[in-house]
């Protein structure tokens, strides 16, 4: 398979636009745009019966106390965890692309409503869990949510966009399901997949 990410080049940082979080006037961070960006993807193999796109970070702080801290910085060598920015399943096998916009414009607060969508099946994101305690925040992420790293942070983050071609119409998955949860049920369904990995960084030093 191959896949296009319009707007981001294979390990090049991602525009703005498609970010939750952005460099702040005077400030380190302020909401940024948060739109989805375009996916297209092609030489899908036979017997494709869904897709499913799953957006994830491998570098958050596991232990993120001291994120966004003034004063406090977060090593590039502390453990890291993955944290799913989108989870989309079920999506027709017919279906090749999903326009920007279409799953998020603009940072929703208290999160976007998982589950049936135009696009597929909606599974909730990690900003879910980040968020919690939040009271301007808080609530069930469902759909795209975009990069917003601690600006506090000494490594550059990376996000994988993965498209996966799946012999199955339906993963069987329903309610609040997760990234983690999304990713057990079709590792074994997978007939290929595309990635298309990009970074971004809000720590003004390695911008």
């Known amino acids: 398979m191959k ?7 294979d390990q090049q940082p991602i525009p703005e636009t498609f970010a939750f979080g952005v460099p702040g006037d005077g400030e380190p961070m302020t909401l940024g745009p948060n739109r989805n960006p375009a996916l297209a993807w092609d030489e899908v ?13 491998p570098d958050v702080p596991e232990d993120a106390s001291d994120a966004n801290q003034p004063g406090k910085m977060l090593a590039a ?3 890291r965890r993955n944290f799913h920015h989108w989870v989309l399943v079920d999506i027709p096998a017919d279906v090749n692309a999903i326009e920007e916009g279409a799953d998020s ?10 589950g049936p969508s135009a696009l597929g099946l909606r599974g909730i994101n990690s900003f879910t869990d980040f968020l919690a305690g939040d009271p301007d925040m808080e609530g069930t ?29 339906t993963l ?3 309610g609040e399901f997760t990234g983690i949860e999304a990713e ?18 809000l720590n003004s030093d390695l911008r």
């Open 77 to 79: 060598d502390i453990k």
């Open 184 to 201: 057990k049920a079709i590792q074994d369904h997978v007939l290929d997949k595309a990635t298309v990995t990009g970074t971004y960084t």
């Open 105 to 114: 414009d603009g940072v929703t607060a208290h999160g976007k409503e998982p």
């Open 3 to 9: 896949l296009t990410v319009e707007g981001i080049k």
């Open 45 to 57: 193999p036979e017997g494709t019966r869904s897709f499913a796109v799953v957006v994830v970070d």
């Open 141 to 169: 992420y469902g759909g795209y949510d975009g990069p917003c790293p601690p600006w506090n942070d000494e490594r550059i983050h990376r996000y994988h966009f993965t498209v996966y071609a799946l012999d199955v119409e």
């Open 172 to 174: 069987g998955l329903n």
